[in-house]
């Protein structure tokens, strides 16, 4: 543990020569009393006067302690556990400064200035530290400057450098103990200069703090050295205590030495150990020591009992002094020095165990308090209240039945007023809790009613908490007890278990018809209002001081909680309320509900009893609530039952509607008695009637449970989604004019069925469904966009009823099932979807796939033509209500709008045109011209089929529609349909190429040039004719025709044509260099209109290869390589390992060697890798061999070998093989085949 901060009381012992410390402590009960440690103040004036009367008064100081410490207590001990050797001198320079040696106070510049010095001289001192044994730890210790260092310079500062020589002169004389310097202007009160010390702070406070934490380690020291001391003395007196109890149980002879344990003497050497921590602050850790002990304490059985209380006569301890308390007084009152006297006596502590039991707990009280720890120290006082309990019931049997009868009530009084003296005791823990039960208060609707009764919740801390829920335990036995003691009390019966042995008298009463209350006159209204300002009724009052303790409330006199309990019934249950009230408060702020709730039945058929039914009413409603939330059914139903009964001639008929609807829960008329149901079900048919319910808009109620569903529509398609409130979104999907079924559920919960006015379905736009979500408002009537209703009343049977809607929307959208509204007499019930427990519901209400139709020929336009465009529309379907089309050309294009004369010069980039009107199945063709020139970005040359410009080129047409379907042309929302369709111009050449590949024959001598086109057109074209035109030194080799069979066939877009020609190298010097090669092609389109293209070729790396002069690598030299068979036969067709190897001392260079194996002109199929690399450690590969034909075979493949140069080339090397003899190939014994008859053959 770690003690924050210590109160230090010195004691003036005197000079040496008084012989202050000669006394010993020999008593292990009594080292508590002694010194911790000692200060020694050394007022020195010179080295002289230290050397001659310091120095011996110390190092006499100094034996004195430390022989009174280790000077021989018994034969079993160490020492005088009592005393300690721990010890400070103080030293304080009384003599007069050398004039060198004056200090000047130091600004805090020079200050900092010094302390940099001091740093610089401490790490050029430093030598080695790696090498030293403990560099390592001297960076953390003894090398750095740390606070003791700091604390120690700060503490010198203002000693002259002889007073400093002083200083280490008794730190060196005295090494066991602590030394620390205070100046003399430390000690004065007033300085006129401050001194600051190297560090940059204050002398005064280095000094001063150095002497506190020298004093700390003192003081420590010596509390651990006692606590050592403590623990081998009651070590030594447990090993007596075992001993001698095993030697008894052993039926041995017991020696001497094991008959001197003394439990009264372990106690006060235990409880000196306890109060050694307490004396340190360190209050649980006594605690723990009184714990230990209890464990020790014998369990008396009914013989030890009767033996201790023959002993007592002749107890020292229980011996009375009129001058002075007795031995019980003093353990109540937890006196420590009166009680340890009187125990000291003592060598048994069995005739007074009782008593040192309740000395225990009160000095376990005030460590408790000191720990703020109120939720234990209740604790530990119901565990003391039963244990008295106990006693004073114990031998009871051995009286007669009045005695025993007595003796009960007298305990069961004790622990009720003791029990009650710990709630008023701990009402100071609970201010906050008081603060917010008192504010309940405030409310003028609640003024009168016991809201502490109600309170749900409060701020509390889990401190506070705790404390309630033990206050909570220790009430509820006192209650118990209470109940009983009624028994003894009233000779006519306890009117409380009367009470609860059978129903309420109210319940054997016939249950009336619920009728309206009279509307009252003026007059009645005044009294009303004079009666709000009288006091509440005289039980609630009670409650309420009992429930909510008082801000500040003194507790000087005793309360005498069963001073009146039992002058009559009338008073016996008042008093019992006023502990229920507070049990109902504990067990709230402790967060028991479900006990609280017991306790508030219990209060609220009390107040039925009294008549008092509005506060009954109002604690039932609470009740009910956490019978509810718990799901405790039965109890559930019973206590609304018992609101109800308050309800029906006291509330107002829509309070009542509330509690009657509740009462028809799926889970409580599970369980809810048939009978109680039907006149509940009469309240509510009569209450539903009422005129003032119709004021009010009712949400969900239980009695009645709804389900909106839509049924599958002619799109199944569904989706799921959260929209509101992470509420979940289902959709459907369906069209326009389509019929959509809705399905309400409506689940009776009601014993009988009734006649509903109406069922209306809210239908809402999704736009304004979540504008009322957004702002927390309800669906009203006007927010609907449309409203299905049954158009008639409708009988609603218990249990499920379904009711079907259809709907056939006109207009496009997205719509919400948002509420059924149900009517029922004056009732107005809206069950909203976000309310209910299953999925949101909408429509997604999608345009009708329009019919009508808009096409175009031609489909592509070809540029460098005046041509005719065709616009057909059909109606099909649909009725169109109106239209237009826009017309527009891109860059280069111009046009002529329909209906006028392409003669006229008229062209233009864009136009528009009325569509018009059309029934169902009409059509109408519009004709307009396009001119397609030239653009500038149009390519001749691309060989890619991607486009070459960014934009389209081309006729565009938008046909803009509003339509009906036929079923619903008197609608009045159409449907917008937009078309568009676009007739692009080719912004390519008809034919690209897309790749040119030339394939010698003869090296630099005959070629074979193929040529890779393909179209770009999605018109069809044939080829008519082509042309492949070579400048020099290639030349087409005439009559040699490698393409016929692609004359005149048909190309589309996409397509792809490879030409080849047959090409010879020539004498270039005809050439004038400037030529390129171009192919030429004759093309013919559908309409059979012809026309040319000119294709460039690009083949300028196959030129400048053969204008290149020839270079033939020059061989490296030769090596040699040889073959390897993994098996000298094996069968045709069967795998054999091959390797070769490469001879090394033949090899003459050491760059990367490439390798080909070839198996040409030998009866072997070769695989695995056959091309690749050699390794260069093993100068070896590895291929898979398969020979092909039975029989010796002398053949194998051939290994070829490339030395790489490092600039792209390779030279050959001449490699020599080395074959094996001959391979015996052996042939195939047996073949797998499937046969199976020729469907040909006769």
């Known amino acids: 543990s770690v003690i924050s901060s210590l109160p230090v009381s010195p004691t003036l012992f005197g000079t040496v020569s008084d012989n202050a410390i000669s006394a010993p402590l ?95 001289r401490r790490f050029a001192n430093r030598e080695d530290l790696d090498g030293s044994q403990h560099s390592r730890d001297s960076l953390d210790s003894n090398e750095m400057l740390d606070e003791t260092e700091e604390a120690e310079a700060g503490s010198l500062s203002l000693l002259s450098k002889i007073e400093r020589n002083i200083y280490k002169k008794i730190a060196a004389d005295f090494p066991n103990g602590k030394v620390c310097a205070l100046s003399r202007a430390s000690l004065s009160s007033k300085i006129e200069t401050e ?140 006196d420590f020095a009166g009680f340890r006297e009187k125990i000291q006596r003592v060598s048994d502590l069995k005739p007074i165990l009782d008593i040192v039991r309740r000395y225990l707990f009160a000095r376990e009280l005030c460590l408790l308090t000191k720990m703020e720890q109120p939720a234990e120290l209740v604790a530990r006082c119901r565990r003391f209240i039963m244990m008295m309990y106990a006693i004073m019931m114990r031998g009871i049997s051995d009286y007669d039945a009045e005695e025993q009868k007595l003796r009960k009530m007298k305990a069961a009084e004790w622990v009720i007023q003791c029990s009650w003296d710990v709630k008023c005791a701990s009402e100071q823990y609970l201010l906050s809790m008081a603060e917010a039960m008192r504010s309940s208060f405030r409310d003028d609707e609640t003024q009168n009613t016991s809201l502490s009764l109600m309170s749900d919740s409060s701020d509390a801390t889990r401190l506070e908490q705790g ?12 209650r118990l007890l209470y109940k009983e003691l009624g028994s003894s009390k009233f000779s006519n019966g306890n009117p409380l278990k009367t009470y609860e042995s059978a129903l309420p008298a109210d319940m054997f009463e016939l249950w009336k018809p619920w009728e309206a209350q009279k509307p009252k006159d003026d007059m009645d209204d005044t009294v009303v209002v004079k009666k709000k300002n009288k006091e509440p009724p005289r039980r609630v009052s009670i409650m309420q001081r009992a429930s909510i303790p008082a801000v500040n409330a003194p507790h000087d006199e005793r309360e005498f909680f069963l001073k009146t309990a039992f002058d009559s019934e009338e008073s016996y249950e008042d008093t019992y309320l006023s502990m229920a009230s507070c049990l109902v408060t504990m067990n709230k702020f402790a967060g028991r509900k479900r006990f609280a709730a017991r306790h508030q039945g219990d209060i609220a058929e009390s107040f039925v009893r009294s008549g008092l039914l509005v506060e009954a009413a109002k604690i039932f ?34 309070e009542y509607l509330k509690t009657l609807v509740s009462a028809f829960s799926p889970r409580t008329t599970a369980v809810a008695p048939e009978l109680a149901l039907l006149y509940l079900q009469d309240d509510l048919e009569a209450v539903i009637g009422h005129e003032s319910v119709g004021e009010a808009r009712y949400g969900k109620l239980a009695f009645l449970e709804a389900q909106m569903k839509i049924e599958n529509t002619s799109d199944d398609a569904k989706s799921l989604g959260s929209a509101f409130d992470r509420k979940q979104l289902a959709k459907k999907y369906c069209s326009v004019g389509e019929t959509v079924r809705i399905q309400v559920t409506l ?17 809402v736009s999704f736009d304004s469904f979540s504008s009322i979500v957004e702002n927390h408002e309800s669906v009203e009537e006007e927010d609907a966009f449309k409203i299905l209703t049954t158009g008639a009343s409708i009988t609603l049977e218990p249990g499920s009823n379904t009711y079907s809607f259809e709907w056939s929307p006109s207009t496009a959208g997205q719509y919400i099932l948002s509420t059924a509204e149900i009517v029922w007499k004056q009732g107005y019930f809206y069950y909203d979807g976000m309310d209910l427990p299953e999925d949101l519901y909408g429509v997604d209400v999608l345009p009708s796939e329009p019919t009508h139709s808009l096409s175009i020929e031609p489909a592509v336009l070809l540029p460098g033509h005046d041509q005719e465009v065709r616009l057909s529309f059909n109606a099909a379907d649909d009725f169109i209500v109106a239209g237009k089309l826009q017309l527009g050309c891109s860059e280069g294009l111009t046009l002529i709008p329909p209906g006028e004369d392409p003669s006229s010069g008229n062209w233009r980039s864009s136009c528009e045109v009325d569509l018009g009107s059309y029934k169902a199945g009409e059509t109408k063709l519009f004709i307009a011209h396009v001119r397609c020139g030239l653009i500038d970005n149009f390519s001749r040359q691309s060989i890619s089929q991607q486009s070459s410009i960014d934009k389209v080129h081309g006729f565009s047409v938008k046909g803009v529609t509003t339509y009906l379907h036929e079923e ?53 074209f044939s080829v008519e004719n082509w042309k492949l035109v070579l400048p020099p030194p290639f030349s087409v080799t005439e009559g040699v025709d490698l393409n016929g069979d692609l004359l005149k066939c048909k190309v589309f877009n996409g397509d792809e044509l490879a030409l080849a020609f047959d090409c010879s190298v020539v004498d270039g010097t005809h050439g004038s260099g400037d030529e390129e090669p171009i192919l030429q092609v004759e093309l013919c389109d559908d309409v059979g209109k012809k026309f040319s293209l000119d294709l460039p070729i690009d083949m ?54 490439s390798y080909s194996i070839s198996s040409g002109g030998s009866n072997w199929l070769v695989g695995g890798q056959v091309n690749g690399i050699i390794d260069k450690a093993s100068l070896s590969c590895n291929v898979i061999a398969i020979p092909t034909v039975a029989g010796q075979l002398s053949s194998f493949p051939s290994i070829t070998l490339r030395n ?34 020729n469907s040909n053959s006769k």
Not at 467 to 478: D, G, I, P, T, Y
Not at 625 to 649: G, N, P, S, V
Not at 748 to 762: K, V
Not at 1213 to 1219: D, E, P, R
Request: contains cysteine; negative net charge; proline residues 5%.
């Open 26 to 120: 020999s008593e292990p009960s009594e080292w508590h009393t002694g010194p911790f440690c000692h200060v020694y103040i050394a007022a020195c004036q010179g080295l002289d006067h230290y050397r001659a009367k310091i120095r011996p008064s110390l190092q006499a100081f100094v034996s004195q302690i430390e022989s009174a410490a280790t000077q021989p207590q018994l034969a079993t001990t160490g020492g005088q556990g009592g005393h300690s050797a721990h010890f400070l001198v103080v030293y304080i320079p009384t003599g007069a400064k050398e004039k060198d040696g004056d200090v000047k106070p130091e600004n805090v510049r020079s200050a900092v200035a010094n302390r940099l010095s001091m740093v610089r």
């Open 195 to 334: 001194a600051v010390s190297s560090t940059g702070f204050a002398i005064k406070t280095q000094e001063w703090n150095s002497f506190n934490r020298c004093l700390g380690q003192v003081i420590v020291s010596g509390f651990k050295d006692r606590c050592r001391r403590y623990k081998d003395e009651l070590r030594r007196l447990d090993a007596q205590r075992a001993s001698e109890a095993t030697a008894r149980k052993n039926g041995s002879h017991v020696p001497p030495e094991f008959n001197e344990f003394n439990l009264a003497n372990f106690f006060l050497v235990k409880e000196s150990l306890a109060f050694t921590y307490e004396q340190m602050q360190l209050f649980s850790e006594a605690l723990l020591q009184y714990d230990e002990f209890r464990t020790f304490l014998p369990q008396l059985s009914t013989r030890g009992h009767l033996e201790a209380k023959e002993d007592r006569e002749h107890c020292e301890a229980l011996k009375t002094d009129p001058d002075s308390p007795t031995l019980l007084e003093l353990a109540d009152s937890g």
């Open 467 to 478: 404390l309630a829920r033990q206050l909570s335990e220790l009430l509820e036995v006192a």
């Open 621 to 654: 409603k609470k009740t009910v609530r956490i019978c509810r939330w718990d799901h405790w059914d039965r109890c559930h139903f019973y206590r609304l039952f018992r609101l109800a009964y308050c309800q029906r001639t006291t509330a107002k008929p829509s």
């Open 747 to 763: 689940n009776s919960n009601l014993p009988r069925a009734i006649e509903l006015d109406s069922l209306q379905l809210f239908i």
């Open 968 to 1020: 619903s042309v008197d609608a009045d929302h159409p449907m917008r349909n937009t078309m568009d369709l676009f007739a692009p111009i080719l912004e390519k050449t008809a034919l690209s190429v897309e790749g040119v590949d030339l394939v010698w024959v003869s090296e630099r001598q005959r070629a074979i040039v193929s040529i890779q086109l393909v179209s770009n057109t999605p018109r069809y």
């Open 1100 to 1153: 300028n790396e196959h030129y400048l290869q053969v204008l290149e002069e020839p270079s033939t690598p020059k061989s490296l030299g030769t090596t040699s390589a040889t073959v390897a068979l993994g098996t000298a036969e094996g069968q045709v067709g069967e795998p054999v390992m091959m390797s070769f190897k490469i001879d090394q001392e033949s090899l003459e260079t050491t760059g990367t060697i």
């Open 1204 to 1237: 790489s140069l490092g600039n792209g080339e390779y030279s050959p090397l001449i490699t020599k093989m080395q074959y094996p003899p001959t391979f015996q190939s052996l042939a195939r014994t047996s073949e797998v085949a499937v046969a199976f008859p």
